[in-house]
């Protein structure tokens, strides 16, 4: 196993971050950012692996593990976990794009810099699972032409809606509904009542007003088939319109698959990484 240190990133709007290192300083950098409602942690035996050949970064996202909480729902907005991961970036490599891997949240979030021209640049190849881009998700989703996928993905976000209910998936965090809906293991009761603002602050505005954006950064979708919140279709689909250099692959396993495959999840990584040549 190889050593982890822990260093503090400050915030645009004065959090701080907790940001995780492994892996020799030399190599090429990958970050990996987690979803709801994990922490980094998620991300450990894949970081593991990574790590006999990259130099691994991972941080606990605003609200979660060691990292500093926000005082309003505006503070879980797209714009500023997007200029969270500019400050990771800042921090862990200045000078060098970085390659980037997410998942469910993070992965959502994540497209929020890929899509951004001030931050593209800095990123040499995206790697998302479970987690599509609002805007693009919203677009396919309106498409006539495949209206049943759009229904049954409907269905699978149920929740979404419930979300933005007020008081009710606190109740479902505290009853301990949700972690047996989520799965995936017991995480901190804080991490799961925080990250449900995620939910609160930015889908509705995206419903409303998707405004897609397109990126040239090189992209891998992967996409689980027994993904019980997202399905194959939109993970796959929805993204083609808007990203010029698109790679999909569907796997099998389930929507937890960075934490249950680390193997597979880690080989996809390295080998896109390799086949696209930017590293």
């Known amino acids: 196993m190889t050593e982890v240190t822990t260093r503090m990133v400050e915030t645009t709007d004065g959090l701080t971050l907790a940001v995780y290192e492994q892996g020799p300083a030399e190599a090429p950098t990958i970050v990996l950012v987690h979803g709801y409602p994990d922490n980094h942690s998620v991300w450990d035996g ?27 729902t505006a503070g879980y907005r797209l714009a500023q976990l997007s200029a969270d991961f500019a400050a990771v970036l800042d921090a862990v490599s200045p000078d060098a794009p970085v390659h980037v891997a997410a998942h469910d949240w993070g992965s959502i979030q994540t497209w929020e810099s890929v899509t951004d021209p001030a931050l593209s640049s800095r990123i040499a190849s995206y790697v998302s699972i479970s987690g599509p881009d609002l805007g693009m998700a919203t677009a396919w989703l309106r498409e006539r032409a495949h209206l049943g996928s759009s229904l049954r993905q409907l269905a699978h976000s149920w929740y979404v809606f419930a979300f933005q209910v007020p008081l009710l998936p606190e109740a479902m965090v505290r009853s301990g509904l949700l972690a047996r809906f989520v799965g995936g293991g017991p995480r901190p009761t804080k991490d799961q009542v925080n990250g449900v603002e995620l939910y609160r602050a930015n889908f509705l505005g995206k419903l409303l007003r998707p405004e897609p954006r397109t990126t040239d950064v090189p992209v891998l979708v992967i996409a689980p088939r027994g993904d019980d919140y997202v399905t194959v279709p939109l993970q796959t689909e929805a993204p083609r319109a808007y990203v010029t250099s698109l790679t999909t692959r569907v796997i099998e396993g389930g929507h937890w698959v960075v934490a249950t495959e680390p193997e597979l999840i880690a080989a996809e990584i390295e080998g896109f990484i390799e086949k696209e040549g930017v590293r």
């Open 46 to 72: 894949v970081a593991q692996m990574l790590a006999e050949r990259f130099r691994v970064v991972t941080y606990d996202v605003r609200g979660t593990g060691e990292s500093g909480v926000p005082d309003s």
